[in-house]
């Protein structure tokens, strides 16, 4: 079996977190974390590679590095953007699927890819702590797992299990687990 918790960044001010969003990372790491973990990881941007080393500090593991997973990233912010504004605010994917159905079809696909190479880069029994964004990790989990999860607020984590080489969505400690 093997774990990745995928949680999306705290309270931020463009792309640094916000003194609440620090702290609202401390917190996380105080209450809600499982080491301990294989890997550690960052879509790439400031706000959740921030974060994430708030995190693996919060586990005691700053002797593992993290790393960098700009495929969890998506390449068209904007369009997201636009679907989540037509879809509601508070939208799931599927809400946002039906209001522009290629863009979630492809990304999740290339997101839940992405997912899956973290789930084969780790160890059997190991688990991975990722930092991403939303809809982008919703859209990742929709596209390995095939269920709807979210939408997720900020600091809210979603936590994917493969076993036997079967993905589900299981639960996470703490009050704001998936």
Same mark, same amino acid.
């Given at each position: 079996?093997?774990?990745?918790?995928?949680? $999306?960044?705290?309270?931020?001010?463009?792309?640094?977190?916000?003194?609440?969003?620090?702290?609202?990372? !401390?917190?996380?790491?105080?209450?809600?974390?499982?080491? /301990?973990? @294989?890997?550690?990881?960052?879509?790439? !941007?400031? +706000?959740?590679? !921030?974060?994430?080393?708030?995190? +693996? $500090?919060?586990?005691?593991? !700053?002797?593992?590095?993290?790393? &960098?997973?700009?495929? #969890? $990233?998506?390449?068209?912010?904007?369009?997201?953007?636009?679907?989540?504004?037509? @879809?509601?605010?508070?939208?799931?994917?599927? @809400?946002?699927?039906?209001?522009?159905?290629?863009?979630?079809?492809?990304?999740?696909?290339?997101?839940?890819?992405? #997912? +899956?190479?973290?789930?084969?880069? #780790? /160890?059997?029994?190991?688990?991975?702590?990722?930092?991403?964004?939303?809809?982008?990790? &919703?859209? @990742?989990?929709?596209?390995?797992?095939?269920?709807?999860?979210?939408?997720?607020?900020?600091?809210?984590?979603? #936590?994917?299990?493969?076993?036997?080489?079967?993905?589900?969505?299981? &639960?996470? /400690?703490?009050?704001?687990?998936?």
């Amino acid at each position: 079996m093997r774990c990745v918790e995928l949680f $999306r960044h705290t309270d931020n001010d463009g792309d640094a977190l916000t003194g609440q969003g620090i702290a609202a990372a !401390e917190e996380i790491g105080r209450d809600r974390l499982s080491p /301990p973990y @294989a890997f550690f990881g960052s879509t790439g !941007e400031h +706000r959740a590679t !921030e974060m994430v080393r708030i995190l +693996r $500090r919060a586990a005691g593991q !700053e002797d593992v590095s993290v790393t &960098e997973v700009p495929a #969890l $990233r998506s390449s068209v912010e904007e369009r997201w953007r636009a679907a989540a504004t037509a @879809a509601g605010k508070g939208a799931t994917v599927e @809400a946002m699927r039906d209001v522009d159905p290629d863009l979630v079809q492809q990304e999740s696909s290339l997101l839940g890819s992405a #997912l +899956r190479a973290v789930f084969d880069e #780790l /160890p059997d029994g190991g688990r991975a702590l990722i930092v991403g964004h939303s809809p982008t990790n &919703e859209a @990742a989990v929709l596209g390995l797992v095939a269920v709807v999860v979210g939408p997720l607020g900020k600091g809210d984590a979603v #936590l994917v299990v493969e076993d036997q080489g079967r993905f589900h969505v299981g &639960e996470l /400690p703490g009050p704001a687990g998936a």
